[in-house]
């Protein structure tokens, strides 16, 4: 009769109950810093400039139209006044020169306007001008929810991720190590895919169904006002960058899953090959 002995080292019941009680632990703080990582993101410099300049584009010309006029009146207001800058807004610092109106169409004016003012939000350096010409830090808070994007918020987001990074390493470390066997990769990808997985989903249906209605919806906002034509000229952006995010942390734990699986077949076959190589007796 074949008989194939193996030697198990009995871990004390509690382990089980630690492990339950770290990983939970883990999958509550990660949940708070995936949150935070997709804020973090979305106030990079790039995409908050690119969310700030469509958002307020969205506002201040819902319907994208171009009027090459604007060429020509700014022209004549520069005659007029004898100088080579023009203010869009009035008493702010974004300034269109003349070399801009004679080298631009009247979308790419626009557009550069869009962005200077977008800039200038992010990194709080937009600026009013009085009538003697001094200048002075203008308030963000006119701004409503574009004004969340900013390089100070940016800032203040990654002080809040390294003080959870800390905790978050010391409960996943935990959870691994009450954890047995191949649960050692298997529980850490549960708790990640648990925290981002759902994010992931609804960010990417979401993203889905942005792109396939984008004309629906455009022609929708533009009758329910500015605002909802700005949230929905946003929201791609928005879900376009959480699902690249969020997805990205996912697949740290699908190729867990992966490389447990892989090993316990390995090892299943290992076990089999063992046991048909024993001596019969």
């Known amino acids: 009769m074949n008989k194939n002995i193996h030697t198990h080292i009995q871990r004390p019941y509690w382990h089980v109950d630690l492990k339950w009680i770290f990983g939970i632990g883990s999958y509550l703080i ?100 009085d009538a003697s010409g001094q200048s002075q830090n203008s308030s963000l808070q006119k701004f409503g929810v574009l004004a969340v994007f900013t390089s100070q918020f940016h800032n203040n987001i990654g002080s809040i991720l390294l003080v959870l990074i800390f905790p978050l390493l010391l409960f996943l470390s935990l959870t691994i190590y009450f954890s047995a066997g191949y649960g050692r990769l298997i529980s850490p990808a549960i708790v990640i895919l648990i925290a981002t997985g759902p994010l992931c989903l609804v960010t990417l249906i979401t993203s889905a169904l942005l792109h396939r209605s984008s004309s629906q919806i455009g022609s929708v906002v533009d009758q329910s006002g500015r605002v909802d034509n700005a949230i929905s000229t946003v929201l791609p952006i928005t879900t376009t960058e959480l699902v690249r995010t969020y997805g990205l942390i996912s697949l740290i734990a699908i190729i867990l899953f992966v490389i447990a699986t892989i090993g316990k077949v390995l090892q299943i076959m290992k076990n089999r090959s063992s046991n048909l190589a024993l001596p019969k007796k």
């Open 30 to 129: 990660l949940v708070i810093l995936v949150l935070c990582i997709g804020f973090y993101q979305l106030t990079t410099q790039k995409v908050a400039v690119a969310i700030i300049s469509n958002g307020a584009a969205a506002i201040i010309n819902p319907e994208a139209s171009e009027n090459t006029n604007t060429i020509v009146e700014i022209k004549q207001k520069m005659d007029t006044e004898h100088t080579d800058i023009f203010y869009p807004f009035p008493d702010h610092s974004i300034v269109i020169t003349r070399e801009d109106v004679n080298t631009l169409s009247a979308k790419e004016i626009e557009n550069k306007v869009y962005m200077q003012l977008a800039e200038a939000i992010y990194n709080n350096k937009l600026t009013t001008v």
